[in-house]
């Protein structure tokens, strides 16, 4: 099982809708990350959260840490935003060192049609 | 502030041989990590640099090895390339346990 999971896998969404993604971890962590990728790019940071909720523009990010949940929330999709939208937690786990090292989900690919 | 510079963006080689991809840091971060992200899968941490020296590794055998120099910035070299290792190389620098910034990332063909 992987210590990131992510959900759905895939989204499709009409122009104006309202999505949510979620990602649930298993690990303890210090903070959470939401990434987008679009196709063949690199990874632009979304936000960086460790508790509560954050908001830029449309889009809206929460974290529970009891419940070790996040969800990632777009208001009034958009076809721009259609790419791959990864949850990352920095883990409090002792990678042989390595501080801020990121464990990954493997995306949710969202297409919004117009 | 400059962002995190990654370069080549695309490049193709043979199994076999051996490649070097380059990251400028983000200015005044300290910290480089580095990522392989098979398609589509999520990046897995390869392994972070800090103050020039190797500061934690992931799952990846010793033919992947790393520098970072003195104004931070950073080279992944992988030899003995497999056909497994055609991936998007991803580079994300932060100032110590801070946010994450990342490059664009080089994509990587092995044939």
């Known amino acids: 099982k992987n210590e990131v999971e992510q959900s759905p896998q895939n989204l499709t969404a009409q122009e104006g809708e309202f999505i949510t993604i979620n990602c649930s971890y298993s690990?303890?962590?210090?903070?959470l990350h939401w990434l987008q990728q679009h196709p063949g790019g690199g990874i632009v940071s979304l936000f960086m959260?460790?508790?509560g909720k954050k908001k830029h523009g449309r889009l809206i990010a929460t974290i529970n840490i009891q419940e070790k949940h996040s969800s990632l929330h777009i208001t009034a999709s958009h076809p721009r935003d259609s790419a791959v939208y990864i949850c990352a937690v920095r883990s409090t786990r002792n990678y042989g060192g390595a501080t801020n090292k990121l464990i990954f989900g493997t995306g949710t690919l969202l297409a919004v049609q117009p | 502030e400059t962002g995190v510079t990654q370069s080549p963006t695309h490049l193709i080689k043979t199994r076999g041989q051996q490649v070097t991809l380059r990251c400028s840091s983000q200015?005044?971060?300290?910290?480089v990590s580095w990522y392989q992200q098979a398609l589509g899968q999520g990046p897995q941490f390869i392994f972070q640099?800090?103050?020039?020296?190797?500061?934690g590794r992931g799952n990846f055998p010793p033919r992947f090895s790393g520098l970072q120099f003195p104004n931070y910035s950073s080279e992944l070299n992988v030899n003995a390339l497999e056909l497994d290792d055609s991936a998007l190389y991803l580079c994300?620098?932060?100032?110590?346990?801070?946010?994450?910034?990342f490059g664009s990332g080089t994509r990587l063909t092995v044939v």
């Open positions: 690990v303890g962590i210090s903070a």
């Open positions: 200015s005044g971060h300290n910290t």
């Open positions: 640099y800090y103050r020039e020296e190797e500061n």
């Open positions: 994300a620098s932060s100032l110590w346990d801070r946010g994450s910034t």
């Open positions: 959260l460790s508790s």
